[in-house]
């Protein structure tokens, strides 16, 4: 099991930002930077959807839903991704979860974006 923690969820309105963190602090960083790591989202009864994942060497790929408005990264000396969500309608809303792509069975807690005005 790996231990991800993904945080800066929260209430926005539509239109708002919000910025979201995902660290692997217990995570070896060879291992952390050896593969890639992606960010999902789920809403209740839905199943867990792609979001946009970021390879070792900074290559990204993003869902048609959130192309042009999301902005994943990743900084290896931290173990940390980021993901930058700009525009955010309420089709957004959902806990949004992170993985290492080595590990696609393990997730975090989850952080949770409503936007609603």
């Known amino acids: 099991q790996v231990y991800l923690v993904e945080s800066g969820g929260g209430l926005v309105q539509p239109g708002g930002s919000l910025r979201l963190s995902c660290a692997a602090p217990?995570?070896?960083?060879?291992?952390?930077?050896?593969?890639?790591m992606a960010w999902y989202r789920q809403i209740p009864d839905k199943q867990r959807e792609f979001v946009a994942s970021v390879t070792r060497t900074g290559t990204t790929t993003y869902a048609d839903a959130v192309k042009g408005r999301f902005t994943v990264s990743r900084d290896n000396a931290r173990k940390k991704i980021y993901l930058q969500m700009n525009s955010l309608t309420s089709e957004d809303t959902a806990v949004y979860y992170c993985t290492h792509l080595s590990f696609p069975d393990s997730w975090g807690q989850g952080t949770q974006v409503t936007v609603s005005s």
């Open positions: 217990r995570m070896i960083t060879s291992v952390f930077n050896s593969n890639a």
